[in-house]
């Protein structure tokens, strides 16, 4: 029986860690160890049979990284997870264990570059064949739902225009085919989002972004809802597909999810008040923000996610030159891809993330030459926009927002 649940905040710092089971130690330990030793062949027997609980290899199960898969089951709302080397080692292992030959995945029309490469991949090498469909609607789904289709695969909010995927829809359709749903909530982390709330079968992240949070970490999380599904596939693809996290990169994760919330609010704050001051520049054509008034799916978003997350994209006047000259005048935001953490970064999907898609898709799905992607960190505000203005100063000394100043 689990005792009553505790809230989100003390679930991050608390759940899946007793300590007087590690020598009263505060913080949990870190198990830097491949194997473990069986105190006799026959316990080492029972443990391989499964007749007794206990280690045999970190492969197969180590105590620092289960602590991360307890924590991460309970705080999305899962029965069971597993922890990867990579978000993509999540990614790969839940599409493996989904499909076989000559099935068909329908994913939402805008997926990370290397879920897509990933898509192209298992296509070419098994026969196992993937749309790409709006989903704003069920009725947008359905279309595209085939005999062979077993499962939906969604990203919500979509990099980089935040397209919203409508997760209830999503649902509803999987449910009425008998499909699996799977969402990669790497964007809105489990503070934002929590898409097995609202019917999701599975649920990824790349741990490497906000979940840890310091960008000192590549790593990856599978939450699922069926605790014995999770178990099996940790004893199949993982174990031997074999993309595991070291104890190390598990035991950083467990440090930077303790502030998750607090992290969360601050880059939603600051993002907040960069999308009010980008709205004031002359030099900005559009703004893709998912709570934003602006935004047409502003409502649906407001329904599945708490707050509108860190991440704004903007296009700027001119084309990619200017995008690029804007870029290099930044000072304090740095110019790399990855999100997630402290200090703001800057990217240009165009030639960075997106430059794999033909410029026709490009277009098509929104990524001009001139868009820009702010992960917005964890400084202060003010410092985030005057670094801003004076690069928009720099790259347009003419403009009339200077003029009046
Ligand atoms: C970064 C990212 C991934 C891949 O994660 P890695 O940890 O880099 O393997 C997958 N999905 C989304 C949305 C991402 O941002």
Redesign the pocket.
């Known amino acids: 029986m689990r005792e009553k649940k505790l809230q989100f905040e003390t679930e991050l710092i608390h759940t899946g860690y007793e300590s007087s089971r590690h020598h009263d130690s505060l913080a949990v330990p870190l198990y830097q160890t491949s194997t473990f030793t069986f105190p006799t062949a026959e316990e080492g027997e029972a443990r391989f049979a499964g007749e007794h609980q206990g280690n045999i290899y970190s492969r197969l199960g180590n105590p620092t990284v289960r602590v991360l898969e307890e924590r991460m089951a309970e705080i999305e709302h899962g029965a069971g997870a597993l922890a990867f080397g990579?978000?993509?080692a999540a990614?790969s292992a839940v599409l493996i264990h989904l499909t076989k030959a000559g099935d068909h995945i329908l994913a939402s029309r805008g997926v990370?570059g290397?879920?897509f490469g990933l898509l192209e991949m298992m296509e070419e090498k098994y026969g196992i064949t993937h749309d790409l469909a709006a989903m704003r609607t069920e009725e947008e789904i359905e279309r595209s739902i085939r005999p062979e289709t077993v499962c939906i695969y969604v990203?919500t909010p979509i990099?980089p225009t935040m397209e919203i995927v409508n997760l209830q829809a999503a649902a509803a359709v999987a449910k009425r085919h008998g499909l699996k749903m799977v969402v990669?909530n790497?964007?809105c982390s489990p503070y934002l989002q929590n898409p097995l709330l609202a019917g999701a079968d599975f649920v990824l992240h790349?741990a490497?972004?906000y979940l840890n949070g310091h960008g000192d970490v590549?790593?990856?999380v599978l939450v699922g809802k069926d605790a014995e599904e999770m178990e099996a596939l940790r004893m199949t693809v993982q174990k031997d597909v074999g993309g595991i996290i070291s104890p190390f990169d598990a035991w950083l994760i467990l440090r930077g999810l303790k502030t998750l919330h607090i992290r969360m609010d601050r880059h939603t704050d600051n993002a907040e008040a960069v999308l009010r001051f980008l709205k004031g520049q002359p030099e900005v054509k559009t703004i893709y923000y998912p709570l934003d008034s602006g935004h047409p799916q502003a409502e649906t978003a407001r329904q599945q996610m708490r707050r509108g997350g860190g991440l704004i994209s903007f296009e700027i006047e001119g084309g990619r030159k200017e995008a690029q000259a804007f870029m290099n005048a930044l000072k304090l935001i740095k110019i790399a891809v990855?999100?997630g953490d402290a200090e703001t970064l800057i990217q240009h999907p165009a030639s960075m993330t997106h430059a794999v898609v033909p410029a026709e898709s490009r277009e098509a799905m929104g990524i001009s030459d001139s868009l820009l992607r702010l992960s917005v960190g964890l400084e202060n505000a003010e410092d985030i926009e005057a670094d801003l203005r004076q690069a928009f100063a720099k790259v347009n000394p003419d403009s009339k927002r200077l003029q009046e100043a």
């Open positions: 990579s978000g993509m990614v990370y290397c879920t990203e990099n990669d790497t964007f790349s490497t972004k590549v790593a990856g990855s999100l």
